[in-house]
């Protein structure tokens, strides 16, 4: 990366922390969805009783506790919204233990690499008593240091190294980037959801919006998945990256001369890899957990109002 100033897993728990501090925000519209809760609770009841007085059904008192329940959630909106965390911590704590922040292997690969491809264009400079104990394998390794001086062979190898290189930096600057912005948005649509979520379970009670305390949860574990996942990404991406770089510097050290048109793969194909990665996030964790499997209120409404018209039509 070419500008550091903070580590990933720093960021991530500073946006634990935000999203933490959400809840205490959300206690402003508490009263606000009580009061529109105890509304809807009273035609709630009212219409059920009603219904079953016009039917001449007896009444059941387990239906009509659904209003209760959700109000019950409303007034303790602290402790539900840690209990829904809880899970989603669990695989946060789970990824990082198989996360390890690994730039430092990646860097010493990296040198390794740089090393071994000098060894190959400038083998008289480098002691190697088992491959030079012979004087025929001395010449051979003073005329192909000669001949990749004089060509410049050796100065445009390494300035290819360098220039790709900087490539890789490049794409490891965006693909960490994608990675703020992933644990950004995760943290805006958490304390979004914390704190408009109590209004969300109040409007729940009213006929027609049954289901959107059911959207709010699935959204809600939805958007606390994109932490684990990005981890487990930035895990996969580090070991993946560490396996070509090891298999690159195998084959330098093979190759009686060094081609570098081989080895773009750990410059190239391993961050651009990452990037896509890291951009699907959001998909993967709508995989996981479905955000919009459960029916709108306003589909609901409308198939309501198509079927009570329909039925007025045969009536008629």
Known sequence: MLVQVITTRDFFTFTDFLVSSGIGHANVLINMARAIGGIAAFFY?????????????????????????????????????????VPTKGLTNLSEAVYADKKHIVKEKLDEKQQAIIATDLPIFYENEEKESQLWDKGINLLLT????????????????????????????????????????????????????????????????????????????NVNLYLPIALLILSLVQEILIFVLDSEIAMINALPIYQPQLFYVSNLVVPI??????????????????????????GRMVRTAAVMAATRGAMR
Request: proline share 4%.
């Open 273 to 298: 890899c990452g990037i896509i990665g890291i951009a699907l996030v959001p998909k993967i964790a709508s995989w996981i957990i479905q955000a919009s499997g459960t029916n709108t209120g306003g």
């Open 45 to 85: 009841i009212s219409k059920r009783i009603y219904e079953q007085l016009i039917a001449d059904n007896p009444v059941y008192i387990l239906p009509l506790l659904r209003p209760f329940a959700l109000l019950l959630v409303i007034t303790f909106w602290g402790p539900f919204v840690n209990l829904l965390m």
């Open 146 to 221: 000669t001949y990749n001086i004089v060509t410049g062979r050796a100065i445009q190898n390494q300035i290819n190294f360098y220039i790709m290189d900087a490539i890789r930096q490049l794409f490891e600057t965006i693909f960490e980037v994608l990675v703020y912005l992933i644990a950004f948005l995760r943290t805006v649509f958490c304390i979004l959801l914390v704190i408009f979520g109590p209004l969300v379970f109040a409007l729940s009670i009213f006929d027609g919006f049954q289901d959107n305390y059911l959207q709010w949860i699935a959204r809600f574990i």
